[in-house]
Each structure stands twice: as C-alpha cells, then as structure tokens.
C-alpha cells in the first residue's frame, strides 16, 4: 500500500484545510485509513480514522467537533478537513493504513503503511 501526501501548507487561525492522500498499490484493502500529526517536540499522536468501507470514523477528543475525516474510493484518495484552525494545530500531519481488521486502531504502531507527511503551519 502506498500513501502520498502533498507539499505544505501555511494557514491562518480560523481558517481551515482539506489535506488529501492519495492510497494506491493495494492488492488487499486496508481496514482503516487513519490521520495522525506530530508537533515539534510531541509524540506523534491520532487525529482520527475511517473504515475502508467509508460505513464509520473515529476522532480524537482533542480535535471531535472540528475535523473530518472522508474518502472518495473513485479517486482512492483520503481526506482531512480541520476548521477553526489554531496555532496548536501546526503539526506534520502523516496519512496511514491498517490493515489488521477488527476496529480503527489509535496507536501508531498499529498501522502498516504511511504516507511521508505534510507541515501545516498555523500562524495567529
């Protein structure tokens, strides 16, 4: 499984932003696809997950309310729109894919596949 991410990005606080990540080089389909970031500093940490099958989500409590997660199986491409951006926001946001059935997963080491990240810089 392959996951690209793209470039970088510079928002404002208040703002918002729809990062894609673009899943291909599947021979069996993932069960979840997922959106983890890390902060200078930080661990990195899980922002949220979907099913496969698009049928349910998963989101951290930290962000619950102001992202979500979707994705359009035509253009096999995964996506993440966070509003009301704020400056703890800024992070290097990674896309990944699990593979283990059963649940979306929130642990990093759970997940298989990875996309090589995107830094999102929130500026006040």
């Known amino acids: 499984v392959q996951l690209q991410a793209f470039g970088e990005v510079l928002v404002q606080a208040g703002d918002f932003l729809r990062l894609p990540c673009v899943v291909s080089g599947y021979t069996a389909s993932p069960y979840a696809l997922g959106w983890f970031r890390q902060a200078t500093g930080q661990e990195r940490e899980f922002v949220g997950g979907?099913?496969?099958?698009?049928?349910?989500?998963k989101y951290a409590d930290s962000v619950k309310g102001r992202i979500t997660i979707s994705r359009d199986a035509a253009k096999n491409t995964l996506y993440l729109q966070i509003d009301s951006l704020k400056p703890e926001d800024t992070a290097v946001y990674y896309c990944?894919?699990?593979?283990?059935?059963?649940?979306?997963?929130?642990?990093?080491?759970?997940?298989?596949?990875w996309g090589q990240g995107t830094q999102v810089t929130v500026s006040s």
């Open positions: 979907i099913a496969w099958t698009g049928g349910f989500t």
């Open positions: 990944a894919a699990q593979m283990r059935w059963g649940r979306i997963e929130v642990q990093d080491r759970l997940y298989e596949h």
